[in-house]
């Protein structure tokens, strides 16, 4: 298995332009081979006394976090799936920025690429 994660700073009042936004884009990863994805609307995320993930995302008044991964059955596949994304022919239009906008400021997004190390309860 082989994990994406994200997290994002999101206005508050563009809660359902996220949802709406993400359950447009999120079928493209599901169709080149994620085994799911998954977006959560932070409900109890705390301010940290040296970092925390508001401050990841340099979240803003109003803001609120969204922590989201994608699950793939190995990083080759996910791997396709990006090339596939970033190739110059690309057209998608769930992922077209002009078609389905994202409601929030890409630029302050964190992400990266996990090897599971411990995986309990499946």
Known sequence: MYIDGFVIAVPADKRQAFIDHASKADPFFVENGA??????WGEDVPNGEVTDFRRAVAAEQGE????????WPDKATR????????????????LD????????????????????????GR
């Open 64 to 71: 609120d976090v969204v922590f989201s991964w994608i699950e």
């Open 79 to 94: 791997d396709a799936a990006f090339a596939l994304m970033m190739a110059e022919d690309f057209d998608d239009p769930r």
């Open 35 to 40: 085994i799911r994805v998954v977006e959560c």
């Open 97 to 120: 920025k002009a078609q389905n906008p994202m409601p929030f400021d890409g630029k302050r997004m964190i992400f990266g690429g996990f090897e599971p190390v411990v995986d309990l």
